[in-house]
């Protein structure tokens, strides 16, 4: 017996072309170049409770870190925007913004958090801090220091 020879319809043929072009479109997709963000969080809570706040992190060159920090701008008090880097040639601030509450409507004074973006530029240990004061009284209702390791 033998077997008909069917070509495949157009449209069948123009499907499986689809499919694999949208096969190699998404291969470079699979191996982003992007790296890696690591992130630290303090609440409201522990700025208000903790006088000196103090976390340990460990990047890659080329990491980026993302420091939330909760914060209430009903109030006077502020994180300083620009942080002290201990040794700037090894982290660099890339970014600060205040992200604002979303309370329910009719509720005020609530908090929101400051966050800051960090890159690792290079291998090396360093620290990131900044402080939680009034502008009319320096001295800090709360200090927040990031000791850093890049590898």
Same mark, same amino acid.
């Given at each position: 017996?033998? #077997?008909?020879?069917?070509?495949?319809?157009?449209?069948?043929?123009?499907?499986?072309?689809?499919?694999?072009?949208?096969?190699?479109? /998404?291969?470079?997709?699979?191996?982003?170049?992007?790296?890696?963000?690591?992130?630290?969080?303090? &609440?409201?809570?522990?700025?208000?409770? #903790?006088?000196?706040?103090?976390?340990?992190? &460990?990047?890659?060159?080329?990491?980026?870190?993302?420091?939330?920090?909760? /914060?209430?701008?009903? &109030?006077?008090?502020?994180w300083?925007?620009?942080? #002290?880097?201990?040794?700037?040639?090894?982290?660099?601030? &890339?970014?600060?913004?205040?992200? /604002?509450?979303?309370?329910?409507?009719?509720v005020?004074?609530?908090?929101?958090?400051?966050?800051?973006?960090?890159?690792?530029?290079?291998?090396?240990?360093?620290?990131?801090?900044?402080?939680?004061?009034?502008?009319?009284?320096?001295?800090? /209702?709360?200090?927040?220091t990031?000791?850093?390791?890049?590898?």
């Open positions: 017996m033998s #077997q008909i020879f069917r070509p495949e319809s157009s449209k069948a043929f123009a499907v499986k072309k689809i499919v694999a072009i949208l096969v190699l479109l /998404a291969v470079p997709g699979c191996t982003s170049s992007a790296q890696p963000t690591k992130t630290i969080g303090i &609440t409201i809570d522990d700025v208000l409770n #903790q006088k000196v706040i103090t976390r340990d992190i &460990t990047l890659a060159v080329g990491d980026k870190l993302e420091v939330s920090l909760g /914060a209430n701008h009903t &109030t006077p008090y502020k300083t925007a620009e942080t #002290q880097i201990g040794d700037p040639s090894i982290v660099q601030q &890339t970014s600060h913004e205040f992200v /604002a509450p979303n309370p329910p409507p009719g005020v004074g609530t908090s929101g958090t400051e966050v800051w973006t960090f890159k690792a530029l290079k291998a090396g240990t360093t620290t990131i801090a900044t402080e939680y004061t009034m502008s009319t009284d320096p001295t800090p /209702a709360s200090t927040f990031a000791n850093v390791k890049v590898h």
